[in-house]
């Protein structure tokens, strides 16, 4: 099912830095699902947690929520391709996160499909 609705991209300082470089948002090889080819991942939450979206510290120390990017294309449900990714990386992945939540596009998102949300300030608690 491809649908359009209102998804976010959440990035660290880095991805920001890049996208504002080259005005796209790139998917991005997924070295422990590489049958699943470069993805982009997206949600449908507006104010993930790092642990709704599968971002725990363990796997880098970059806050992955600092910046969000108001994404408007057509997205493929996780559960959708899921299925063509290694079942053990795929349970791994989801006892982490929402995966109802998540989303992703398998191609470059230009220019004219998204816009940084800048009154976007994540909350840190203290
Ligand atoms: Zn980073």
């Known amino acids: 099912m491809k649908q359009i609705q ?3 991209h ?9 996208i504002s470089q080259t005005g796209v948002l790139l998917p991005r090889a997924q ?7 470069p993805l982009l991942w997206l949600t449908d939450y507006k104010e993930p ?12 120390t970059c806050d992955r929520l600092a910046y969000r990017y108001i994404v408007r ?7 959708e391709i899921r299925q063509r990714a ?6 791994e992945l989801e006892a ?4 109802e939540h998540w989303w992703v596009v398998r191609r470059p998102v230009t220019a004219s499909e998204f816009s940084f949300d800048e009154n976007y300030r994540r909350e840190v608690p203290a």
Do not use: N
């Not at 294309?73 to 559960?79: D, I, M, P």
């Open 10 to 18: 959440f990035t660290c300082d880095h991805g920001h830095t890049g």
């Open 73 to 79: 294309c057509k997205a493929v449900h996780w559960f």
């Open 86 to 91: 290694p079942k053990e990386i795929v349970a």
């Open 31 to 37: 070295p422990f699902m590489h049958t699943l080819g």
């Open 49 to 60: 947690t790092k642990e709704s979206v599968g971002l725990t510290s363990s796997w880098t």
């Open 96 to 99: 982490f996160g929402q995966a």
């Open 6 to 8: 209102q998804l976010y």
